[in-house]
């Protein structure tokens, strides 16, 4: 459309009814949504070293489906579009994608997420799952310098699970424990590359020695020094890993520390995580490493992310420095 076209365009607006502006906002936000569908859509295929089937390079355009690019192997002669091997490759409507990014952005609520969809709660819990089944799985490894790890704890929750309980199911607005650990609490261990937006975590079956070996196994590169307060498990951990080590005892040391020696700056994501997850009024145990990868996405970009930016993510598997660009 020319200059004078678009003048002539723009002076009709003041024409149109309720019900016309109302129908023109809503084609050109699905015009937005859809370009930016085309630019997560190009991200993904340059990160591609080419056929998702058999990995050859030679591949061709082979039209569209659904306003979506798709391409054709000449070795295999199988095709594919960008979202192949993604949560999202057989869901119809992908525009709607640009909409549930907005939401995962804004951290909302499963109602509100539903209202901004126009479907049901139900189809909103699966797709906010299907958008975090791959951020659960970014996270950083080999990190160095001083990595801080503590625990955090949640309290076990069944929320959703109708049979099957362990135990008796309590009402809503029942007493559950609050703090410290206990039969009623999932451990999850926390990292933090001092002087990063670089987490780890992970939900631990115990806090025993073992288990804080395995989960810090790939998290720990050889030049990491691991500093914790002074629980005696870390000791081994670090023996195990052949990692330095440096710790304090808050009874004898404080809380803040033993100067360079302290878990300030894990602390600190551990308090934001729980007062971001308290929005949602309890989250099922069975899904929790899932809102852990929701936040560490979240947290990398000090919560300034955008849906297409989100989206970009949730459909890459490997961990990357944040941004859009490859």
Known sequence: ????????????????????????????????????????????MAERSGCPHCSSPETVKRGKARGVQRYKCTSCEKTFSPFTGTPFNRLRGKTKLITLAGCMADGLSLEKTAERLGCSVTSAFHLRHKALA??????????????????????????????????????????????GEGAEKVAVLVAQQRGTRQVFDVVLP?????????????????????TTDGNAAYWTVASELGVQQQYFVASYHGHGGDGEAHVQSVNRYDSTLKTWMSRFHGVSTK???????????????????????????????????????T
């Open 134 to 179: 791959l951020p659960n799985k970014q996270k950083p490894s080999a990190m160095s310098g001083i990595v801080e790890a503590d625990e955090t704890f949640f309290s076990v929750s069944y929320k959703g699970q109708r049979s099957g309980l362990p135990r008796t199911s309590k009402k809503r607005g029942g007493i559950i424990q609050k703090t």
């Open 206 to 226: 115990d806090t025993k020695a073992a288990s804080l070996t395995e989960a810090l196994r790939s998290a720990l590169g050889p030049l990491a020094t691991l």
């Open 1 to 44: 459309m020319d200059s004078a076209a678009y003048r002539i365009f723009v002076a009709g607006i003041e024409e149109l009814s309720e019900e016309q502006v109302a129908d023109l906002a809503e084609k050109l936000r699905l015009k937005k949504d859809g370009r930016t569908l085309d630019r997560v859509a190009a991200g993904l």
């Open 287 to 325: 899904y929790l490493s899932n809102y852990l990868g929701w936040r560490r996405l979240l947290d990398r970009f000090e919560d300034a992310l955008t849906p297409e930016q989100f989206l970009f993510h949730a459909m890459r598997p490997q961990y990357s420095s944040p941004g859009i660009s």
